[in-house]
């Protein structure tokens, strides 16, 4: 079964300047009981395909062509906004970088966390059990003591496993997560990468998963599928683009991760240049302006390599492995 | 203090009220020491890194020597002056050279402001709006490697490694000796988290500055600081030079920490530490070692005697019993 799948998708933002293609022919999916990880640099489209996943497009974006099937029936690129709002928090859950938009200042932990559960016959203390058990499950100390505080109360970290915690009380078929660990520390953050997986066990559901932290989707996705400037370059399992990533902007970013430093070096590896500008994109491949390995060939669209398996790269050369290039 | 010695902090001690009437009434503890007796040196030129556990005090330790938390005991001595107890006004040279980077990058640049007025905002706060401010601007984009057309863009018109570049350019306006800076590369790729890293160490050797660095990220730490303390429950549980510590930590949660670091490799097989779920809390610190409830290494007496602080090597650390020694 699969519980999310992405089809051809394309998003414009309306600016000034004329159309921004942010989103360009995205296509992936997201098993049933998977996690899928989403890599790539800032700005190249990640929160926007999530944004458009869940129907809040900023009012100036707008779904140009493809398809979003939900749970096999529901395409969400045309769902109606009252049916999208009812699949919200309940069969799609979130949780995003900044936990306080999850949480209301104004009103305590307990409160919000009795409130999302608005749909349940329980008893009030009944519904503060769970609170309490859910509350424990993600870590926080006291979780009694803790319902009758307010979101400043805690620290950043805390306030992120709280958001989780109640991203999680709604058994969601598909939780969708933006950086969900950025705040944690190391053993936190390895904690809920563990919650997360047995989260997934326990009631069956499919996580869709962006960190800019490689080691942390290495550990908890199945598949990914790494974007640049708004364009799917490659997919796979985990493994496949761990070790024989085979499009040179993927070869890239591993390259640039600090936990494959062995020794402290005097320059950090970056990628020289920067996106190009979404407006104008290149013709052909779309990282031809900061790529070594272009050639002629790649003014024109590259097509999909078939690498074996679900591996997939876009490109012209993706015959060169990962070793071939560091060398 | 040796003269290489920029800051040093003393037995360092904030804290916060909590909980209110109902639980003065009953009974209950309504004081949290969040940063509950921290030492330490910072030299000239060298970058300290601080990690921990979230909510173990990191951010508040970082605000309190910024002057925006109030000292509730110790001392905090930076080029040769007491900062503790000193007013807001006193305070105000003192942040010039002790800029602060803070932990919500998109949140601090206002929306409203283009980069230019977002540059110049650090003069006319420190009352020096007659300098030639557009200069300054200029200045200061040069210094982060942004162009100069930059200063009539907004923060939304910014890519996230940008953003950062302009909040690194607003921290080293004035006079800086010491850049704070909270989780100055969370929520960046790693090739921006380069970029961002570089131009941090560059500024460090070209303006001789200082650095303390809070991160979760230990790949990062290893690679910029030259010495990192570990805090648990507002306490440095152990402190000392990098590269020793990653090699060789002495105190058992160190090594929890160390071993939890997530690897970019699905295959790898991890021998982790797993520590029990509960963390404590500040409101019911734990006898003897505050560690002992979590401890793998933990012993009879590690409940009832309160660990001193050792040397180990270069290390300071506080437990009975450390490890790799
Ligand atoms: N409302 C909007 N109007 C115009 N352009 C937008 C809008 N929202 C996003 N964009 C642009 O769309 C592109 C993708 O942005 P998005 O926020 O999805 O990136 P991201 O991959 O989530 O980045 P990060 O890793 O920094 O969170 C960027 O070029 C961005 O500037
Ligand atoms: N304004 C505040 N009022 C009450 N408690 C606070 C406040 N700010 C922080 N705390 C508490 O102080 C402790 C340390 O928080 P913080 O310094 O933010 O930790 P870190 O930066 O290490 O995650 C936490 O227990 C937190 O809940
Ligand atoms: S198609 Fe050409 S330019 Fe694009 S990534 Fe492949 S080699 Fe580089
Ligand atoms: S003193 Fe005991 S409990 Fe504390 S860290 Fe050392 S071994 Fe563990
Ligand atoms: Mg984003
Ligand atoms: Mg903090």
Known sequence: MTVLEVKNLSVAFHTESGPLEALKQVSFSVPANRSVGVVGESGCGKSTLINAILGLLADNGEITSGEIIFEGDKDLARLDPTAMR???????????????????????????????????????????????????????????????????EFSGGMKQRIAIAMALMMEPALLIADEPTTALDATLEV?????????????????????????????????????????VVESGTTREIFHDARHPYTQKLLACDPARLSQRVARLPTIAGTLPDLRRRPSGCVFQPRCDRADAQCLTPPPSAVLGGSHIAHCWHADIP???MNA | MSSDDLLRVSDLRVSFRVGGLSARLAGRATEIEAVSGVSFTLQRGSTFALVGESGSGKTTLARTLNGLQPVKAGTILFEGQELQGLSNTAMKPVRRRMPMM????????????????????????????????????????????????????????LSGGQARRV????????????????????????????????????????????MLIITHNLHVVRQIADRMAVMYLGRFVEQGETEAIFRAPHHPYTAALLSANPEPDPDRVHQRITLPADVPSLLARPSGCEFHTRCPQAQGRCAVDVPVPVAVGDSRLTCHFPLNT
């Open chain 1, 86 to 152: 009812g699949l919200r928090g309940l069969r799609i859950a979130t949780v995003f970088q900044d936990p306080m938009g999850a949480l209301n200042p104004v009103l305590s932990v307990g409160r919000q966390m009795r409130d999302i559960q608005y749909r349940s016959n329980l008893s009030k203390r009944d519904k503060d059990a769970r609170s309490v058990a859910m509350l424990r499950k993600v870590r926080i100390p006291d979780p009694e003591s803790r319902l009758t505080q307010f979101p400043h």
């Open chain 1, 191 to 231: 904690a809920t990468i563990e919650l997360l997986k047995d989260l997934q066990r326990d009631i069956g559901c499919s996580v869709l998963f962006i960190s800019h932290h490689l080691g942390v989707i290495a550990e908890l996705c199945d598949e990914m599928i790494v974007m640049y400037a708004g364009e």
């Open chain 1, 322 to 324: 990962l070793g071939a």
């Open chain 2, 102 to 157: 803070f932990q919500d990058p998109v949140g601090s640049l206002s929306p409203r402001l283009s980069v230019r007025s977002l540059l110049s905002e650090p003069f006319v706060i420190h009352g020096l709006s007659d300098r030639d401010l557009n200069a300054e601007v200029t200045r200061l984009l040069a210094l982060v490697g942004l162009p100069r057309d930059f200063a009539d863009r907004y923060p939304h018109q």
């Open chain 2, 167 to 210: 909040g690194v350019a607003r921290a080293i306006a004035l006079d800086p000796v010491l850049v704070v800076a909270d989780e100055p590369t969370a929520g960046l790729d790693v090739s921006v988290q380069g970029e961002v890293l570089n131009l941090l160490n560059d500024l460090r050797d070209r303006m001789g500055l200082s």
